[in-house]
Each structure stands twice: as structure tokens, then as C-alpha cells.
């Protein structure tokens, strides 16, 4: 008799696309520079056909507010990410994700050069999985198997 288990099965190839997403989004927040919105300085005129709207609206208020969200909602992403993974055990924290040259780093450079002593695939694929799946958990991106996926 198999054991009873309460735990959802999770779907790796999804729970990993969506925390390889997550870091994308992460470098692109981290490392490209964020551009402002800026207020026009032009009249628009509108024709409007059905009479006035009765809404006012305040454009460089507008812009200004969310200049400083969107900043402020990076930054908070930012460091989201940062504190799941500097918890994380140095083994799971191996920097090939999070780096600007992470198009350029292989698993096969990471498990046989950066580890020392180097250590074989199969055990870097295990400490990447729990590494991928402690992310996944913390961000609130597991996925779970669909019933007709099992």
C-alpha cells in the first residue's frame, strides 16, 4: 500500500519557467535604468461629442506618482528576490542566475568550476532543483500537477 501524501504533486518544468521568469524580470529591474515619465508641455485640444466628462485630471501629478511607484515597486522586487536567495545554503545561492553574464554561464562551467571540489550532473541538477523549488516557494510560484497530467 503506497503512502498517503497531503502535499501537491508540483509540475518542475512549469515551477521552473516561472522562477527563470522571475529572475529575468529581477536582472531587467536590477541592472537596466529606469526611464521617467515626463509631463507635455503641449495644449491637446479633444472635441468631445457627448458634452464635458466632468473629470479633471492633474497630468504631471499623475506622472509623478507613478515615477516614484514604479521605482519604489522595482526596488521592493529587487530586494524580495535578494533576501529568498541569501537565505538559501551557499551550495543552492551559486550566482549563474543572478549575474549580467548569465546568458554566457553553463550548468557544465558552474558544476565542474565554480563548486570546488567540482561534483558530478546529477548531483548539480538535485542542488539546482531545491534551490529552483525553495525560490518557488518563498515567491509564491509553484505549480502544481494538473490531474490529467499525472
Known sequence: MGQLS???????KLT?????????????????????REASTTAGY???FHGPTNVTSDQ??????HNV???VQRKRYCERIERVV??????????????KEHDYITDYNVYN?????????????????KAFYKLAADLYLLVEKDETNR
Open 60 to 65: 504631471t501629478a499623475d506622472i509623478a506618482i
Open 113 to 129: 568550476h565554480v563548486f570546488q571540489p567540482p561534483i558530478s550532473e546529477g548531483k548539480y541538477s538535485k542542488i539546482r532543483w
Open 46 to 48: 479633444n472635441e468631445r
Open 16 to 36: 521552473q519557467a516561472a522562477v527563470e521568469d522571475a529572475l529575468e524580470k529581477y536582472r531587467m529591474y536590477k541592472f537596466l535604468t529606469y526611464e521617467e
Open 86 to 99: 541569501y537565505r538559501m545554503p551557499r551550495m543552492e545561492r551559486e550566482e549563474r542566475y543572478l549575474t
Open 6 to 12: 497531503f502535499l501537491p504533486e508540483i509540475d518542475r
Open 69 to 71: 511607484d514604479a521605482q
